[in-house]
């Protein structure tokens, strides 16, 4: 099989493949290492090759749902046993993950045979996928500009072609935000959904989670189909299951939807053009579908929940170094400010914090009491340009100063801090309303700018509403075909 034969196929159509013996799970593997190591050198998406140990699975007996498929893994939280889970930071690169996490498990549990693992930021906190232990990752639709973050890497490599599906997570938006990036479609899972296993029982007190980015609808599906195939009984929820398959449900027709759509950013930040352009043509799309589509949006506080989910993402931080432990030469001053901060917050704030997580929730929930999904731009501008987002020289040496005098904490409590924080979010704020409340939100590939990058919508749908948002997506997958859209920068 040479590489554009290969290129025309999903997941699920390679596994077909392999199963009628028409092509083998060594062969595939060649083709995707080849064109991993013909455009990563452009793209920087992948950190760790592991082309032996793959080699060594390829030639084994493979069983399962996508056996003998090539696949990617993200390099945090995605544990491989006997290899470094780098997480985008030098403070990882002697630590060797004890046992595979949960969700490798399943996927290996799949059939899948794992090449390597993709780039991230460090600790998986930045909108973009750039950091001081791997260098900056390149959208592969314009090499000048980010993939997004922090699922980076997997969503340049998946766009690239190097796999028609790879291992993502999310917990602000790092699913959705690189697939918006990117032109693929990205789920998030609602909370509970996906194990988080077997270092925690959930991660950022479950508003992040595991999952993937790929071409195709069905790919998402059958992948969460693998990752949810049995139950985690060391989570801390029981989260129902549907009563069908994913990829069964994401086959069928979604039925007459009612959707409330908005284009205005939660924080008041500006929103690009584009971005309005596109949530307008869904709308549009939407509505000749004959879905009922109207502007509308929940009663939530924008400005509010960013300042809470920054609070709970600075404490996340404080506590990764922490664990981690080493010198703190090790972290990037962005991850050193951002935990610093956490603490200037007494533990009375930090649990209020997250009291008012909940009342995001209720406040969604009565959204969705009138419509089935939530419409919004993923991003409020077009994908930036690499290093664009990076921390200016000034910035950086005030930071230094107040990280030696201790007075980072002090001066997170500020005014001035709180809305530099919130500003940070200017392009990336409509994501993390979904991370706090725990439901499932998902980017759809419907738009490109007028310079050729992508600029994809999100839905945001109500508890256990996995399968309408799949099946939505695949509606809209087939009236507005994407997966055949190659990159024009490799």
């Not at 940070?424 to 490109?448: D, E, K, Y």
């Amino acid at each position: 099989m040479d590489y554009d034969e290969y290129r025309r196929f999903d997941a699920v159509g390679l596994a077909e493949l392999v199963a009628r013996s028409e092509v083998s799970a060594a062969e595939l593997l060649e083709v995707a290492i080849g064109r991993a190591e013909q455009v990563n050198p452009r793209l920087n998406a992948i950190a760790r090759p592991m082309h032996d140990i793959a080699r060594e699975r390829a030639k084994s007996e493979l069983s399962g749902p996508f056996a003998g498929v090539p696949f990617l893994i993200k390099d945090l939280g995605q544990d491989y046993q006997g290899l470094p889970t780098g997480g985008g930071s030098r403070s990882l690169r002697g630590h060797r993950a004890a046992e595979h996490s949960v969700v490798v498990r399943r996927w290996l549990d799949a059939g899948l045979v794992v090449f390597g693992k993709t780039t991230t930021p460090e600790f998986g906190t930045k909108a973009v996928t750039e950091s001081v232990a791997t260098g900056a990752t390149r959208n592969p639709w314009h090499l000048d500009h980010t993939p997004g973050g922090s699922s980076g890497g997997t969503a340049a490599a998946v766009a690239a072609g190097v796999v028609p599906v790879a291992g993502a997570s999310d917990g602000g938006g790092s699913i959705r935000i690189p697939a918006a990036c990117c032109g693929l479609f990205g789920l998030k899972p609602g909370r509970g959904v996906v194990p988080a296993g077997p270092l925690a029982a959930e991660s950022f007190h479950g508003a992040a989670t595991d999952g993937v980015i790929s071409r195709t609808v069905r790919d998402t599906a059958a992948m969460l189909d693998v990752l949810t195939a049995t139950r985690d009984l060391g989570g801390p929820y029981l989260s129902a299951r549907p009563d069908d398959s994913y990829r069964n449900l994401a086959a069928r027709e979604p039925g007459k939807l009612r959707i409330g759509f908005t284009t205005k950013s939660p924080i008041g930040a500006p929103v690009d053009a584009e971005a309005v352009a596109a949530v307008e043509h869904a709308a549009k799309v939407l509505a000749e579908l004959g879905h009922e589509v109207e502007p509308a949006e929940p009663a939530i506080d924008g400005n509010r929940l960013a300042q809470d989910f920054l609070g709970a993402w600075c404490a996340n931080a404080a506590f990764v170094m922490a664990r981690i432990g080493g010198p703190k030469s090790g972290f990037e001053l962005d991850t050193r400010l951002l935990g610093a901060a956490a603490w200037g917050t007494r533990a009375p704030e930090h649990v209020a914090t997250l009291a008012r997580w909940n009342e995001y929730s209720r406040a969604l929930a009565a959204f969705h009491e009138r419509y089935d999904l939530l419409l919004t731009p993923t991003l409020a501008r077009p994908p930036v340009r690499v290093g664009e987002l990076a921390t200016p020289p000034a910035v950086r040496i005030l930071g230094e100063i107040l990280l030696s005098l201790n007075m980072v904490g002090t001066f997170s409590r500020t005014k001035a801090w709180r809305d530099q924080i919130v500003a940070n979010l200017g392009p990336v704020p409509f994501t993390q309303l979904a991370n706090i409340t725990g439901r499932p939100a998902m980017s759809v590939p419907l738009h490109h700018t007028a310079k050729g990058l992508p600029l994809g919508v999100q839905f945001v749908g109500g508890l256990g509403t996995e399968p309408t948002l799949l099946a939505l997506a695949s509606q809209l997958e087939a009236h507005q075909p994407w997966a055949d859209r190659r990159p024009t920068a490799v």
